[in-house]
């Protein structure tokens, strides 16, 4: 399938992965307009739209993905020809804690797009140039001993938490809408994203940000759960082969080909933050309390803590679908990659300063109110 979108609507586009699509998508696509919807829960952050924020194609609209009526207005009002979602509730661990906002948004949240989407794009005026893209994570898979092969298309869901319960229950209605509807759709699953504008409560801000205050690093159990890392722009990447030139009714898994140990990512961010004060002494003075300020090693702050409950082992991908089928393989390896978030996180201390003291919230709110 070749189709060639025009007129966008991104859920969670002021999220992680969805803002650095929204950017991705603007650099390479000239003549399309952008919509972003997203409710600006904890994880969203209109600051990272705020370098594109005067582009006319983009318009913002705060709104739940569980407003079905404002979708369909939406859908209509703009011309919708492609919707891209990745609007959704993903931290594991608030889903262990609090699994209901998961179930409202993951899964009734999608069923509310995928109703407007029919009732706009399948109804009385028919619009057949469309496309619903759900974007999905590796966890509805399981987890993976040491020597299992990689997670295939075709390998059966068997999630372990509910965030990725609520993902796979996504994952299914999607594909249901294709099947007795007859929506075009594609989904795809990823493994661990990582880059720029990255919540700081997932690993890699996290750790990167308590090293430059001396804080602990927590790392669950023994470090040796197993991620393939995938780097943010590469995941656009793959998703805009998916949605330009992937099979109706089919799912691609986009993996980065970068399986490494939690401790393992840590004492590489330790290496790199170590090397980045030694070349730059201005850093000492942005941040004395960071070990490498006080001539100390970064990895001495790594904590070892109780497991989390139902901790999955091992996720790897097996890419080899989309890399046939839509000759997609990501460019950044893992030691580009990771090289590229910290320079970033140095270079953009306002934003992630911003995220921790809540002042971006309050900046909303009275933007908003």
Same mark, same amino acid.
């Given at each position: 399938?070749?189709?060639?979108?025009?007129?966008?609507?991104?859920?969670?586009?002021?999220?992680?992965?969805?803002?650095?699509?929204?950017?991705?998508? *603007?650099?390479?696509?000239?003549?399309?307009?952008? *919509?972003?919807?997203?409710?600006?829960?904890?994880?969203?952050?209109?600051?990272?739209?705020?370098?594109?924020?005067?582009?006319?194609?983009?318009?913002?609209?705060? %709104?739940?993905?569980?407003?079905? #009526?404002?979708?369909?207005?939406?859908?209509?009002?703009?011309?919708?020809?492609?919707?891209?979602?990745?609007?959704?509730?993903?931290?594991?661990?608030?889903?262990?804690?609090?699994?209901?906002?998961?179930?409202?948004?993951?899964?009734?949240?999608?069923?509310?797009?995928?109703?407007?989407?029919?009732?706009?794009? *399948?109804?009385?005026?028919?619009?057949?140039?469309?496309?619903?893209?759900?974007?999905?994570?590796?966890?509805?898979?399981?987890?993976?001993?040491?020597?299992?092969?990689?997670?295939?298309?075709?390998?059966?869901?068997?999630?372990?938490?509910?965030?990725?319960?609520?993902?796979?229950?996504?994952?299914?209605?999607?594909?249901?809408?294709?099947?007795?509807?007859?929506?075009?759709?594609?989904?795809?699953?990823?493994?661990?994203?990582? %880059?720029?504008?990255?919540?700081?409560?997932?690993?890699?801000?996290?750790?990167?940000?308590?090293?430059?205050?001396?804080?602990?690093?927590?790392?669950?159990?023994? %470090?040796?759960?197993?991620?393939?890392?995938?780097?943010?722009?590469?995941?656009?990447?793959?998703?805009?082969?998916?949605?330009?030139?992937? =099979?109706?009714?089919?799912?691609?898994?986009?993996?980065?080909?970068?399986?490494?140990?939690?401790?393992?990512?840590?004492?590489?961010?330790?290496? @790199? @933050?170590?090397?980045?004060?030694?070349?730059?002494?201005?850093?000492?003075?942005?941040?004395?309390?960071?070990?490498?300020?006080?001539?100390?090693?970064?990895?001495?702050?790594?904590?070892?803590?109780?497991?989390?409950?139902?901790?999955?082992?091992?996720?790897?991908?097996?890419?080899?679908?989309?890399?046939?089928?839509?000759?997609?393989?990501?460019?950044?390896?893992? #030691?580009?990659?990771?090289?590229?978030?910290?320079?970033?996180?140095?270079?953009?201390?306002?934003?992630?300063?911003?995220?921790?003291?809540?002042?971006?919230?309050?900046?909303?709110?009275? =933007?908003?109110?």
């Amino acid at each position: 399938m070749n189709h060639r979108p025009r007129r966008l609507l991104v859920t969670g586009g002021a999220g992680f992965i969805g803002a650095n699509f929204v950017h991705h998508w *603007l650099a390479g696509h000239r003549d399309d307009r952008l *919509l972003v919807l997203d409710a600006l829960t904890y994880a969203g952050n209109l600051r990272s739209l705020q370098p594109v924020a005067d582009d006319p194609r983009l318009r913002f609209v705060k %709104g739940s993905i569980c407003d079905t #009526e404002l979708v369909e207005q939406l859908l209509r009002e703009e011309r919708i020809d492609t919707l891209v979602h990745f609007a959704a509730e993903s931290h594991v661990d608030r889903s262990i804690t609090g699994p209901d906002a998961f179930i409202d948004t993951n899964v009734v949240g999608t069923h509310s797009l995928l109703k407007a989407a029919r009732s706009v794009w *399948l109804g009385q005026n028919r619009v057949e140039a469309h496309h619903f893209h759900h974007v999905s994570t590796d966890e509805v898979y399981g987890t993976l001993a040491p020597t299992d092969p990689p997670f295939a298309e075709t390998t059966p869901y068997a999630p372990n938490s509910p965030y990725s319960a609520s993902k796979a229950a996504s994952d299914h209605l999607v594909r249901a809408y294709h099947h007795t509807y007859g929506l075009r759709t594609t989904t795809s699953n990823c493994s661990n994203n990582y %880059g720029p504008y990255h919540f700081p409560e997932k690993l890699i801000p996290l750790c990167l940000i308590n090293i430059l205050f001396g804080r602990p690093l927590p790392i669950y159990g023994d %470090g040796q759960q197993i991620r393939d890392w995938l780097y943010v722009t590469d995941h656009c990447r793959g998703i805009e082969a998916v949605i330009e030139r992937g =099979q109706l009714g089919e799912t691609y898994n986009i993996g980065g080909n970068n399986e490494k140990s939690n401790l393992e990512v840590v004492t590489t961010l330790c290496t @790199l @933050l170590d090397q980045a004060f030694a070349a730059n002494p201005e850093l000492a003075v942005r941040f004395p309390d960071a070990p490498a300020a006080r001539g100390l090693a970064s990895r001495t702050l790594i904590t070892h803590v109780q497991d989390r409950a139902g901790h999955d082992r091992r996720y790897a991908i097996d890419a080899r679908k989309i890399e046939q089928a839509l000759q997609f393989r990501p460019l950044e390896s893992f #030691e580009s990659g990771i090289a590229r978030t910290v320079t970033w996180y140095l270079d953009h201390q306002a934003w992630w300063r911003e995220v921790m003291d809540g002042s971006y919230r309050d900046w909303i709110q009275r =933007q908003y109110g």
